[in-house]
């Protein structure tokens, strides 16, 4: 088995047939990987006290392998647990009087109720719906991973979230029932006060019930919409098309305290390094914790006269504050080194991109670096690079499990990014991004790139 840089893994693996995407590793039910079991957790409103963190990663440090992660939904994961630590992990969480609602998860706006420019405030929807949707949102005819999305509005927009069930807030005071997808591609279904989105989310819950635990928004027949909604076809959103926003850095709350957006590289870190931090940050005034979508969290209520320093804490301890790092652009899983089931260690070829293929970068592509077929770092990007017995495979536009366009053997992982970086240099048009190059060469275009001489 060799480690070093570029090289694959190919030994003592466990096979990762089983380990699909497709379940929710909750509490209740961990969901074995390559590094043994995960759970996934999300507080209740995404937000948690600062000794609440620092007591969940101790959590991680002892009863798993000591590393949590952030993923691009905002929800916790701690790694590296047995099936005799995840009782004891339970009753930590417990203990830390952490909140974990059960049933369907609702994702809300991350500085909801203390957003200025808030439309609304998602958590008194979430609300709402709990007490109105209770038994409803825990079927057990529900799918695993079935997800509603309340957005408030204000400066940090969810509307780059795909959901099951969308529910955003419009300027009229009422809220918008979208279904299936990202804020411009769901269809909308019904506008109306609170109440109202709460029924309308209530008749789609009952309809994907009706379908079975494999049934997601998207195949809910569009008569059956037609007939339980219909006014579907003359409904919009009023509410102005989001700026696209990085959470990442100072935001201002007024009063002259502020929020600190921070990243976690390639979405993880230590606990002893997230504890640290947090110890410096609960010291200089931090209130409260909000973890934010994108792989990070929102620290609140800190003085602005504590910022420099606190800012300096977070780099030293590995963690981004600046908005815009070439690293933001990188979907990494824990790879090889850290997960059995990693075929190279993703963060290394990360460094190398970032050092080599700087073409890439620009802010436009998302990158998933894979250290199996699972995927489990991200769903689909523009450009996924995944590990296998064979070596690097290259996928344009795709899922980590799909045929990919050209197959690198690892010795050959050096001349591979040479050639991506020269493929977009030599072919971005005048204003195109990197992303859509990519996207117009397609994957013949790359193959071909990749396989000359």
């Not at 991680?60 to 630590?85: E, F, K, P, V």
């Not at 709350?253 to 504890?275: K, M």
């Not at 590995?318 to 090889?336: D, I, K, L, W, Y």
Request: hydrophobic fraction near 45%.
């Amino acid at each position: 088995m060799r480690s070093a840089a570029g090289k694959i893994l190919n030994a003592g693996r466990p096979d990762i047939a089983g380990m699909q995407r497709g379940a929710c590793p909750a509490l209740a039910a961990p969901m074995q990987t390559g590094d043994g079991l995960l759970v996934r957790l999300r507080p209740a409103g995404g937000a948690l006290t600062v000794s609440q963190f620092q007591r969940l990663a101790c959590a991680a440090a002892l009863h798993g392998n000591g590393i949590l992660a952030i993923t691009a939904r905002g929800n916790l994961q701690i790694r590296g647990l047995r099936s005799d630590t995840v009782g004891p992990l339970t009753a930590a969480v417990d203990n830390a009087g952490i909140i974990v609602p059960d049933g369907v998860a609702i994702e809300i706006s991350p500085l909801h109720g203390i957003d200025a420019e808030e439309i609304a405030d998602a958590a008194e929807m979430e609300a709402v719906l709990r007490h109105k949707l209770g038994d409803l949102l825990n079927s057990a005819h529900l799918a695993p991973k079935l997800s509603i999305l309340i957005d408030g509005g204000g400066r940090f927009s969810l509307s780059a979230l795909t959901a099951d069930i969308r529910i955003v807030a419009q300027p009229s005071g009422q809220w918008l029932v979208s279904i299936a997808g990202d804020e411009e591609g769901a269809t909308p279904l019904a506008l109306g006060n609170a109440d109202a989105a709460a029924d309308a989310a209530s008749d789609l819950l009952q309809m994907l019930a009706a379908h079975g635990r494999r049934a997601r928004a998207r195949d809910i027949d569009a008569a059956a919409l037609t007939a339980r909604f219909p006014d579907i076809d003359s409904i919009r959103s009023t509410r102005p098309v989001p700026k696209k926003s990085s959470f990442v850095g100072i935001t201002a709350l007024g009063n002259g305290r502020a929020a600190l957006g921070v990243r976690l590289t390639f979405g993880q870190a230590r606990a002893a390094d997230l504890i640290s931090f947090l110890t410096s940050a609960e010291s200089a005034g931090a209130e409260e914790i909000r973890l934010a979508p994108d792989r990070g969290f929102f620290v609140i209520g800190l003085p602005e006269t504590a910022m420099p320093a606190i800012r300096k804490a977070a780099v030293d301890h590995g963690f981004s504050v600046r908005a815009n790092e070439p690293a933001e652009q990188v979907a990494a899983c824990a790879g090889a080194g850290a997960c059995a089931s990693g075929f190279y260690e993703t963060r290394v070829l990360a460094g190398r991109l970032m050092d080599r293929a700087p073409a890439l970068f620009d802010g436009s592509m998302k990158l998933h670096l894979s250290g199996c077929a699972k995927g489990c770092a991200h769903r689909r990007a523009d450009l996924a690079i995944v590990g296998s017995a064979e070596g690097y495979g290259f996928i344009v536009g795709g899922l980590a499990a799909d045929p990919p366009a050209a197959r690198i053997a690892g010795e050959r992982i050096d001349f591979a990014i040479e050639r991506l970086a020269r493929l977009i240099e030599d072919n971005r048009g005048a204003g195109e991004s990197s992303a859509d190059c990519l996207q117009r060469l397609g994957a013949s275009g790359l193959a071909e790139a990749l396989q000359q001489e």
